[in-house]
């Protein structure tokens, strides 16, 4: 059955953004629980947003169809960061013209996070395009991210020499990445 334009996709839609806030909030409500001395109901809260993230997986996933390949994430995902950059401008503005100096400046500066995070995306996404993630013209340092073994060459070890961990827990250090 197709989805698309009925209200059970809207419904799904609007299930998702409510459970991702339910999410966040229980994060924060665990953070305080845990300030004022309460472990055991931290836990509960951080179970339950475990739980509401296994529910935002079929949701997102399953019937909406929203995750995708890492490419296609990766593209998605460096878009995203710019829109709330454009937003986030917007909300300074508005935020200085109605005295809120202390959220101006909390846009403003937000920003600059964003911006590192849209960066990283775009060189994350053209990496994966163009298949140089972990094949480069350049000798690099390659880091794994189990044991903190440094290699040095143009490509990342297939598998880690020191305890066998594949490919995909290399990251290089550079300064993009
Ligand atoms: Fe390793």
């Known amino acids: 059955m197709e989805l698309n334009g009925t209200v059970t996709e809207e419904n799904l839609k609007r ?4 459970d991702s806030r339910t999410v966040t909030q229980y994060q924060l409500f665990a953070e305080r629980a845990r300030s004022e001395g309460f472990e055991f109901i931290a836990r509960i809260y951080e179970e339950f947003a475990q739980h509401q993230l296994g ?6 996933g399953r019937f909406l169809g929203q995750i995708k390949s890492l490419q296609e994430n990766l593209r998605y995902s460096m878009l995203s960061e710019a829109n709330s ?11 200085l013209e109605e005295g809120f100096n202390e959220v101006a400046v909390f846009y403003r500066e937000a920003r600059v996070v964003l911006e590192l995070h849209r960066k990283q995306f775009e060189e994350l996404y053209n990496h994966v395009l163009n298949g140089t993630l972990y094949k480069r013209d350049t000798v690099e340092i390659w880091q794994c991210l189990n044991c903190g073994y ?5 490509e990342a070890p297939f598998v880690c020499p020191v305890d066998n ?13």
Do not use: D, I, M, N
């Open 85 to 95: 950059l454009e937003r986030f401008l917007e909300y300074e503005k508005k935020a």
């Open 15 to 18: 299930t998702f953004a409510l």
């Open 55 to 60: 529910l935002s997986r079929q949701v997102y």
């Open 150 to 154: 440094l290699h040095e060459g143009k």
């Open 165 to 177: 961990y594949p490919q995909g827990w290399y990251k290089p250090l550079c300064p993009e990445l």
